[in-house]
């Protein structure tokens, strides 16, 4: 079992800046890939991005590419997300997730955090 915290979302300016973190129970973080995935109202869950368990790979989907850095710290139980330039586009709330395999695809990702809102406007 793992579970997951998210936390750092907000409203923001447009052009502004936030950093998502999600802080994993237990001591198996290392053993999964890890996601961000976004949700707006009346939409459906919207791959955002993915890393592997090591981190040494990371895919982004084309919407957030060059203005969101996706890392994690395996020793902190920890992954960020750094979202930069950010645009009305992208408010939803952002959840983080933890599945066997690295993938984009939300229903293969076994665990979920409560998501947290993340508001961009001026």
């Known amino acids: 079992q793992v579970s997951l915290v998210e936390s750092g979302g907000g409203l923001v300016q447009p052009g502004g800046s936030l950093r998502l973190s999600c802080l994993a129970s237990g001591r198996t973080f290392s053993r999964y890939a890890m996601g961000w995935f976004r949700q707006a109202p009346g939409k459906e869950h919207e791959f955002v991005v993915v890393i592997s368990r090591s981190g040494g790979s990371t895919s982004y989907a084309d919407s957030v590419k060059g203005r969101f850095t996706i890392s994690r710290d395996n020793a902190k139980n920890t992954m960020y997300l750094q979202m930069n330039s950010l645009k009305p586009e992208d408010t939803a709330v952002y959840y983080c997730?933890?599945?066997?395999?690295?993938?984009?695809?939300?229903?293969?990702?076994?665990?979920w955090g409560q998501g947290t809102q993340v508001t961009v406007s001026s």
């Open positions: 997730a933890a599945g066997p395999v690295y993938t984009t695809t939300p229903t293969i990702y076994d665990y």
